[in-house]
């Protein structure tokens, strides 16, 4: 069901155990809320919260369009409603995690990011499937380009056309939030961040990725950093035993949880 006036959807999972650890798990770039099925199932004796963000599936009627990381930090922040979490998000919902956490640092409990993009970095590659959807003729075109960096051409063309024209109409966040972190410098101030962190990466992930995981968790005081041994980038779809239990390591450190 619709969570807020704006036209964001959610989905709250509530343990029995009633003053369980709330968290909230943010997606990536071109991706959907339902991706964290999997995680969610491993999760169940925690309060766990995962909602599509502004422009996807089914909150891609939501208006206005998010133009910027730190609108997407607010809708974060709208979906919590005021409550304590831990916030674990994949690729650019690691980013939105770790920015929420610079903002509200008494809010964000703790923070998992799996391998946030920080195209910021001057050597970060441009033809990157993000770099790639910046330079589109227009957000139909980066959404499909997107998609067959990700996906590969054949899977893409094997998708139904009502699925591959829902996803090009995502083109729009897509756009705006690529190029709301190819800026000059880190997107959020990584020395606000003071709750337990750990940033993950995978054994398998392309290089960028991994050393851009290596710097994000060396900018931030006291920030783990993980690997997850024959995991690639989509790790909540392949591993997700393996991003549970860095979820899992976070609450424990953020203990006591507020009451």
């Given amino acids: ?71 997407h930090v607010d809708d974060l922040f709208s979906v919590l409603a005021g409550r304590h979490a831990v916030a674990a998000g994949h690729s650019y919902g690691g980013t939105v995690a770790l920015a929420a956490a610079s903002r509200r640092p008494e809010q964000i409990r703790g923070v998992v990011a799996y391998e946030p993009p920080a195209p910021w970095l001057p050597w970060w590659p441009r033809r990157s499937p993000g770099g790639s959807a910046a330079t589109a003729r227009g957000p139909e075109e980066a959404a499909e380009t997107f998609m067959r960096r990700m996906i590969g051409d054949a899977r893409w063309e094997r998708l139904p056309e009502r699925t591959r024209s829902r996803r090009r109409d995502e083109g729009p966040a897509l756009v705006a939030e690529m190029s709301s972190i190819r800026a000059d410098g880190a997107p959020f101030d990584p020395t606000r961040i003071s709750a337990p962190t750990l940033i993950a990466r995978g054994a398998e992930s392309l290089s960028h990725h991994r050393e851009g995981a290596r710097i994000l968790a060396d900018m931030i005081s006291g920030a783990e950093l993980v690997e997850v041994e024959g995991a690639g980038h989509g790790v909540h779809l392949t591993h997700p035993d393996a991003f549970a239990a860095c979820v899992r390591q976070v609450v424990e450190r953020a203990r006591p949880w507020p009451t």
């Fill in 1 to 71: 069901m619709p969570l807020l006036p704006s036209g964001l959807y959610a989905d709250e999972r509530e343990p029995a155990q009633r003053d369980a650890a709330l968290v909230v798990l943010v997606h990536g770039s071109m991706d959907r809320g339902p991706s964290f099925s999997r995680v969610v199932t491993r999760l169940a004796d925690l309060h766990v919260l995962t909602y599509d963000r502004r422009g996807y599936h089914r909150s891609r009627r939501a208006l206005p369009l998010a133009t910027s990381l730190d609108e």
